[in-house]
């Protein structure tokens, strides 16, 4: 069985959640793994992908209507090459939302969605209940096509392959939508869902400048993403890309430190699977506690310019 990862990039590079999906694609495959790079001048993406460590070949589709990554039109490039593949595999990310499930109502496959173990080829794990259940996901379809949640998967390594480069015909503009323009968040700070080290503040901030005077020093002090919970946002405090848990974004670093995060489990689901987690906050009852590696009981706002002024 051959297996079809759907990459993430910026047509210059891969994208780290892509390498993740290689992961989950590797251990679905008997055969071989192929990533399919659908883009405009993406030559040097197709490079990339084909040092990938487990990637057999890469097919580079080349159009003009890929260029800014229009759901319909990437959906129609899968679904060119699709019957080629036993599992089509996309990262749990807007993007691989965006396009996975027209793929899977063309091909006329239930999709199973945001995957954190594969058991079997045809027998996958995901979260349910904001993570406070694992449902055990078994399909017959002929073609599966499956969605990544990233942090259930250690990367592939990103050098060390030398996978083929196989160019494929790109689609034409399906017309159904047209790009009108982006606005990006510029910051010279990690993006959340690849920072190694995050810094997360909540409501017990009390208000945006508190959150900027208390948190800020600390995420430059550590060269952290900044990320927050979800009643900081919804307060102000925060922007929405700064969201962290089950409407926000998933994240698993190396280091998540939680400052007044009370820690429902919405926030729970987006954060828990990071490697160390240390959570302050002055209630010891707060839910935070029982998914932190070390828990400290104090005011963040004597805690956290003390443990700046350590570092």
């Not at 920072?195 to 503040?201: L, Q, T």
């Not at 800020?216 to 919804?234: M, Y």
């Amino acid at each position: 069985m051959t297996v079809l990862v759907v990459a993430e990039h910026d047509h210059a590079s891969i994208k780290p959640a892509t390498l993740n999906t290689v992961t989950a694609a590797i251990a679905c495959a008997s055969g071989d793994v192929h990533v399919l790079i659908a883009g405009a001048n993406a030559a040097e993406a197709a490079k990339a992908a084909a040092q990938i460590a487990g990637v057999a070949k890469v097919i580079a589709a080349d159009s003009p209507s890929l260029e800014n990554n229009l759901a319909e039109n990437v959906a129609a490039q899968v679904l060119a090459i699709a019957k080629d593949y036993s599992h089509i595999l996309f990262p749990a990310t807007a993007n691989g939302k965006n396009v996975a499930p027209r793929v899977a109502a063309k091909l006329d496959v239930a999709q199973i969605s945001d995957i954190s173990k594969v058991d079997s080829p045809d027998t996958f794990e995901r979260p349910i209940y904001a993570g406070n259940a694992i449902a055990t996901v078994q399909s017959s379809d002929a073609i599966k096509v499956i969605t990544v949640r990233t942090t259930g998967f250690d990367p592939a390594a990103a050098t060390g392959g030398s996978a083929s480069v196989e160019n494929a015909e790109g689609v034409a503009d399906s017309g159904k939508s047209s790009f009108v323009g982006s606005e990006i968040a510029k910051s010279d700070r990690p993006e959340l869902t690849a920072a190694k080290i995050i810094v997360s503040g909540g409501r017990a901030l009390g208000s945006a400048e508190k959150f900027t005077e208390v948190m800020t020093p600390l995420a430059d002090k550590l060269n952290a993403g900044l990320g927050a919970s979800r009643a900081a946002v919804d307060a102000g405090y925060a922007p929405n890309d700064w969201q962290v848990g089950q409407t926000g974004k998933i994240v698993a670093p190396q280091l998540y430190i939680a400052a007044g995060i009370s820690g429902a489990i919405q926030h729970l689901a987006g954060m828990k699977d990071s490697k160390v987690i240390v959570a302050i906050n002055k209630d010891e009852e707060a839910p935070i506690f029982s998914v932190a590696d070390y828990g400290l009981v104090a005011d963040l706002f004597t805690a956290v310019p003390e443990l700046v002024e350590k570092l």
